[in-house]
């Protein structure tokens, strides 16, 4: 890891760094602890955005809102 050799604290951060250094750092230490979960919910925010844009859109809208023409299996 880099800021081991470059020899930091016990923290991981140098005492003369930036603090703008220290923020960015910090930032990725936190994406990296909760990388999965960063993942897991941007995969889900994608997939609503995508489908409600598909909805929108008259045309596919009205393959999910018609009712099925010929044999009714399941009375509407």
């Known amino acids: 890891m880099i800021g081991r050799r470059a ?3 016990r923290v991981g951060m140098r005492r ?3 603090i703008l ?3 960015v750092d910090s930032v990725f230490y936190l994406f990296r602890l909760a990388e999965f979960e ?3 919910v941007l995969f889900f925010v994608i997939a609503y955005v995508i489908f409600k844009d598909l909805t929108a859109r008259p045309e596919y809208n009205r393959i999910l809102v018609e009712k099925p023409r010929g044999y009714d299996m399941w009375p509407f």
Do not use: E, H, K, V
């Open 38 to 40: 960063i993942l897991f």
């Open 7 to 9: 020899g930091t604290n």
């Open 21 to 23: 250094t220290r923020f």
């Open 16 to 18: 003369d760094d930036s």
